[in-house]
């Protein structure tokens, strides 16, 4: 069952969202020694990762990886890369071997590419797909997450798929590059944060049934930890 947790506020969502996510990568490091994250861009989940950033000792030996990007230049106002450098990177001080950006200057089919070998080679070849510890997503009034958005093909990719070029996305840049549904999936823990009344609907949605209109809805729900504030809220609890 999908653990939902409803907050007053966007305060409240990312100290919530901050403390879980600290707890499952301290669990990640005590099990298996390393522990890898994924973070989404967008401004929900910008404050969570200033709280991440001021505790550098929370990030200890974990990898810092991307669940989309844009393809625009890493200092381009809208790279999701920019945002979580000036949030969480810099003030954690993490080492620049421990940040795995996704290069969407070099676009969405040959970026995709790259960034599935570099996943391979560090979190190996065996599962596939490789299994990240938390992946961080949004979601978008339309109820999409990472760069899956409704009816796309990237929704019915090869099994082998693990990171995909989107060239044709309904939310401008049209270029963008993502992990797949299947990566998603594969995490040991996914934690989605929406705050406003213009994610309700897409919240409530999620919890339907599973359908390619509501990419949210293919989440693995056991996996899955929501965190909203009361606007973003649910009309009833979660199935």
Known sequence: MTRLTTCP?????????????????????????????????GTTPGRTYELLGANAAGLADVHVWFADERCVAPEDAESNYRLVRETLLEAAAIEPERVHRMPGELGPGTGAESYELELLATLGEDPVPPVLDVIVLGIGPDG????????????DPPEEAIC??????PKPPPERITLSLAVLRAARSCVLLATGASKADAVDAMF?????????????????????DDAAAPAGPPP
Request: hydrophobic fraction near 40%.
């Open 9 to 41: 506020d966007d305060q409240s969502v990312a100290e919530r969202a901050a403390a879980d996510i600290e707890r499952t990568l301290a669990q990640a490091r005590e099990q298996r020694g390393v522990a890898h994250l994924a973070l989404s861009g």
């Open 164 to 169: 995909q070029g989107v060239s044709d996305s």
């Open 208 to 228: 339907g049934p599973p359908t390619h209109h509501v990419p949210a809805s293919l989440l693995r729900r056991e996996r899955l930890t929501v965190i909203v």
């Open 144 to 155: 999409h997450v990472a760069s899956l958005f409704p009816g796309a093909r990237t929704l």
